[in-house]
């Protein structure tokens, strides 16, 4: 079975805070791609990282790092000095490489809301 | 990055009537289209797989004669709602690959909100 888990539903922050958005993932696939969205209000998904399971090096864009740890399953989000713009939910999601179960598509999580207040 | 462009961004209709939802890659060839439905302040649960030319998988629970998913070309798919009902009010988005070659990207269209009254 393929599972991704937000556990924070929603978080709230003051602006220039760093926030961590966690993001576990189960699969029994060696290879797989997992994905970073952003939702802000006008419900268009804004694309903001793809990494392979082969790849565990974290990245920094900006404010905005991701750390990926294949032992623990984890694919968090750092919001670094966060911004009222960053206030959106944002959406963990895994695709396996192989394109088992639906032919390739993403698997979501619940999603956590971010407000990030002035 | 490519562009999917989904039609109509917000629709309002009247019970029983039937709303079709267009999406279409604008760059590049989808061979596959999947719909999603994401109702307030909850995630994107998949609908349906459509490859070009062949017929719709549904995942379970979504009622097919419902949900007409067409996928004619490489570039156009369409979901009509039949018969809609308040229950059906949702946002609604479509995502497009090209799973002939190596590509592992996925591409939204902008959402159709739609609200049943």
């Known amino acids: 079975a393929q599972k991704v888990t937000q556990a924070q539903t929603e978080i709230s922050v003051v602006e220039k805070e760093d926030v961590t958005l966690d993001c576990v993932y189960e699969t029994r696939d060696t290879t797989y791609y997992l994905f970073w969205y952003k939702q802000p209000p006008s419900g268009e998904l804004v694309f903001l990282i793809r990494?392979?399971?082969?790849?565990?090096q974290n990245e920094i864009s900006g404010r905005y790092s991701w750390n990926f740890q294949k032992s623990t399953s984890s694919f968090n989000f750092t919001i670094t000095a966060s911004q009222v713009v960053d206030s959106a939910v944002y959406f963990c999601a895994l695709t396996p490489l192989n394109y088992g179960g639906s032919q390739g598509n993403l698997i979501f999580g619940k999603g956590t809301k971010l407000s990030v207040k002035p | 990055g490519a562009v999917v462009s989904q039609h109509p961004s917000r629709v309002i209709c009247k019970s029983g009537t039937s709303v079709k939802i267009e999406c279409r890659s604008l760059d590049f060839q989808a061979t596959t289209m999947f719909w999603y439905r994401q109702f307030p302040k909850q995630s994107l649960m998949l609908m349906a797989t459509?490859?070009?030319?062949?017929?719709?998988?549904?995942e379970q629970g979504v009622e097919k004669d419902k949900f007409l998913i067409n996928h004619a070309s490489l570039t156009l798919s369409t979901l009509t709602v039949t018969s809609a009902h308040p229950e059906d009010s949702s946002f609604y988005i479509c995502s497009a690959r090209d799973l002939r070659g190596s590509s592992v990207e996925a591409f939204f269209g902008q959402g159709t909100r739609l609200t049943v009254v």
């Open positions: 459509s490859n070009e030319g062949s017929k719709a998988t549904y």
């Open positions: 990494r392979n399971s082969f790849d565990e």
